[in-house]
């Protein structure tokens, strides 16, 4: 089985279920609210089931992207509960070290990334099931409590003595956050 978290400008208004880039989703508009927040848990569910069908203590090797980890460790507790017998191996890393350990040899049953650019590199050099989008994430700016700098617009953010920090550029969330910068002409520069 194989997902693909990605990083996405905009939060989709329905159930994304495959994005051909970070801008266009194809989303499944007769859906139930409800259930497009349902759906993501009952799909990786479906997965840890489907790889657990087996007489023996079933090892299942879960590769996760870092920006995941809380929302895995939550489902897979829940998941050991309900299937004592399966053996979750949680490999927990950054999308681009993930794929260096598979290109040296490791082994994964789930595949959880968080860029679409890691998701297509993996399909171009594994045979991987169809990937799905289950969850995205939208950038956000957090300001120290009651705003001392009145932050309110991206304009405010290009001020010389707003000083801040975003993730490397080489992760999903830094690659989102540079790529808002160079949009936004804000300079992300020490």
């Given at each position: 089985m194989?997902?693909?978290y990605t990083n996405q400008q905009k939060r989709a208004q329905n159930?994304?279920?495959w994005a051909t880039n970070s801008d266009t989703n194809v989303q499944n508009r007769?859906?139930?609210p409800m259930l497009c927040l349902l759906r993501p848990m009952f799909t990786v569910l479906a997965a840890f089931i489907l790889c657990a069908?087996?007489?023996g203590p079933t090892p299942v090797r879960v590769f996760v992207a870092s920006s995941m980890t809380d929302f895995v460790n939550e489902l897979a507790t829940e998941f050991q509960i309900s299937h004592p017998s399966t053996d979750l191996e949680i490999n927990i890393a950054g999308s681009a070290a993930l794929l260096a350990q598979l290109a040296e040899g490791a082994k994964a049953d789930i595949l959880i990334l968080a860029s679409e650019r890691h998701t297509l590199s993996a399909q171009a050099s594994y045979e991987?099931?169809?990937p799905m989008i289950f969850a995205s994430n939208a950038l956000a700016l957090i300001v120290p409590r009651g705003n001392p700098a009145d932050i309110s617009s991206v304009e405010d953010l290009k001020v010389?003595?707003?000083r801040g920090s975003v993730c490397i550029?080489?992760?999903p969330c830094g690659e989102l956050a540079f790529t808002f910068a160079q949009k936004s002409a804000l300079s992300l520069s020490g």
């Open positions: 194989f997902f693909n159930c994304a279920v007769h859906s139930h069908c087996s007489a991987l099931s169809e010389s003595s707003i550029p080489a992760a």
